[in-house]
């Protein structure tokens, strides 16, 4: 199997340096390298991982789909859900698989509080805050709506097995004023029973990744970057390979519902380009 990578910027450092531990031998591509292949279309792989900038995804995607290649791109796979069901047409045409990074719906806390609410062990779901909250690094592509609110609308579609929420408010704003594109927002999500409040930003204190599910029957607290997930006091963390690794795996077995993620894709993209304001 001929592997490919597009981009080798800060995310792709970091997919290369994992696929590089899982034994797998990758041509980088990336044409500010002096080493590797310049140009994405001099490219002669089975599949490719597209790690540019969300700007550039369509097009990359759309050249390496048409050419029957499986495509990874990383989140989110463009910015709007009509140039998505393109790329998933584009995809079955040519018999190609298109997967999209949703990272943490290969995250085991993610899926253990799938499970949870689907039991209901502890009642129905009631409320959700979701923080995640940075020191940087700021983009220019994409605002913070598209760069780290996605993955917050990403995680609750996943747990509601891609239930459209009935509403979504969304405030963008600059936190920092000489930022080119909204660097915060703050979103609300209705899902009838449950509400979902997102706080996002790449300008704030310190790195916030608290999480908080409201049952019926007690509070689940979930800070991934502490390794914490606890209910009712309880510790729930279960420990395993990293979710990029799961990704990676899901991706190159083809070990993943398709047809959930594609719908899990076209969901977000929805929900992220509604413009309704406060």
């Not at 997919?15 to 797998?24: F, K, P, R, S």
């Not at 009509?82 to 584009?90: F, S």
């Not at 594109?181 to 979902?196: E, I, R």
């Amino acid at each position: 199997m001929k592997i490919g990578l597009v981009g080798y910027g800060y995310w792709g450092k970091i997919v290369w340096n994992n696929l590089n531990d899982m034994g797998y031998e990758v041509t980088i591509c990336d044409p500010f390298l002096d080493f590797g292949v310049k140009d994405y279309k001099g490219l002669d792989v089975d599949c490719v991982f597209v790690l540019t900038p969300v700007d550039s995804h369509y097009e990359v995607c759309s050249h390496f789909l048409s050419k029957g290649v499986h495509v990874f791109c990383e989140k989110p796979l463009v910015t709007t859900s009509d140039q998505a069901v393109r790329l998933y047409r584009k995809a079955k045409q040519n018999d190609a698989c298109l997967f999209v990074d949703w990272i943490f719906t290969f995250n085991n806390q993610v899926n253990l509080i799938k499970k949870l609410v689907a039991d209901k062990k502890y009642g129905n779901l009631k409320s959700v805050t979701m923080n995640r909250l940075n020191l940087g690094p700021e983009r220019k592509d994409v605002s913070a709506k598209y760069d780290l609110a996605c993955h917050d609308v990403s995680i609750v579609s996943h747990i509601f097995n891609n239930k459209a929420p009935n509403k979504a408010h969304w405030l963008g704003y600059k936190r920092k004023k000489a930022s080119s594109v909204n660097d915060s927002c703050f979103g609300f999500l209705n899902f009838g029973q449950t509400m979902v409040q997102i706080n996002t930003s790449w300008h704030y204190g310190k790195k916030d990744r608290t999480c908080i599910f409201e049952f019926e029957k007690g509070f689940l607290y979930w800070e991934d970057a502490e390794q914490k997930l606890e209910i009712n006091g309880k510790s729930l963390w279960k420990d395993g390979p990293s979710p990029l690794e799961n990704s990676i795996n899901a991706f190159l077995k083809k070990g993943y519902d398709h047809k959930h993620q594609e719908k899990l894709t076209i969901n977000v993209l929805k929900v992220l380009e509604n413009e309704n304001t406060f």
